[in-house]
């Protein structure tokens, strides 16, 4: 199995910062993706940015130019940097991955348990 802990979450005025980190344990082979989802209140849990091994990276439009995805494959670790955060980013912060475990042919996603970031003044 798979364990993803994040952290970084928090309260921030508009316009601020966060970096978020999410490290991933157990027994991984291999690392497809490493991505960011986000939830807020009454709405669908949608993509904010994923990193995938080959270095190709994705943003949802809504944060284009303000976040960026960054991963660390010897750590395991995938970081989302916010920038210029705005009240709408406010939502539970969610990382997952698709891993291959050592000894499978499959690869699987797994889910972190959510990091809330809330932007407000």
């Known amino acids: 199995q798979v364990q993803l802990v994040e952290s970084g979450g928090g309260l921030v005025q508009p316009g601020g910062s966060l970096t978020l980190s999410c490290t991933a344990s157990?027994?991984?082979?291999?690392?497809?993706?490493m991505a960011w989802y986000r939830q807020a209140p009454g709405n669908q849990r949608e993509l904010v940015a994923a990193?995938?091994?080959?270095?190709?990276?994705t943003y949802s439009d809504s944060v284009k130019g303000r976040f960026a995805i960054s991963r660390d494959n010897g750590k395991k670790s995938v970081y989302l940097q916010m920038n210029s955060l705005k009240p709408e980013d406010t939502a539970v912060y969610y990382c997952s991955v698709r891993a291959q475990l050592r000894g499978s042919d499959a690869w699987k996603g797994y889910w972190g348990q959510g990091t809330r970031v809330t932007v407000s003044s």
């Open positions: 990193s995938i091994n080959d270095g190709t990276t």
């Open positions: 157990g027994n991984i082979f291999s690392l497809y993706s």
